[in-house]
């Protein structure tokens, strides 16, 4: 039974976790790093003088891997929830573990006691 409710808070971790995984991907989904390459040098004369901002935001690139968002870049809540899912994780799984060599040690206590009254009284049967 031990195992079991440990199975249990595992799955329902996981379940949380996956849960999370989806709001910090929405919650960053437009998170991105730019860098500013070079502009081309054939501007006609006419567009460079209204079109600064446009041509800025043209010659900006997305900078895929500083576009990583890292733990310490996320927001307190969502540290807070992925801590706590993460440690319940591993708090569930070593419930599961424990329980499972727990039941198997009584078990075998309980083979070993059932293999001593066999030895000691033998079934008679007729």
Do not use: W
């Amino acid at each position: 039974m031990r195992a079991l409710c440990g199975a249990i808070i595992t799955a329902g971790a996981m379940i949380g976790l996956g849960l999370t995984a989806m709001g910090i991907g929405t919650r960053y989904a437009n998170y991105y790093h730019y860098t500013v390459r070079a502009p081309a040098e054939d501007k006609s004369a006419e567009g460079k003088a209204g079109d600064d901002k446009a041509a800025d935001f043209l010659t900006r690139e997305p900078d895929f891997e500083k576009s990583q968002v890292k733990i310490g870049d996320l927001d307190n809540p969502m540290k807070v929830c992925l801590t706590a899912l993460v440690g319940t994780g591993l708090v569930g799984l070593a419930i599961t573990f424990i329980g499972l060599a727990y039941h198997h040690h009584r078990r075998y206590h309980e083979h070993l006691h059932r293999s001593q009254q066999a030895a000691a009284n033998p079934r008679l049967t007729v």
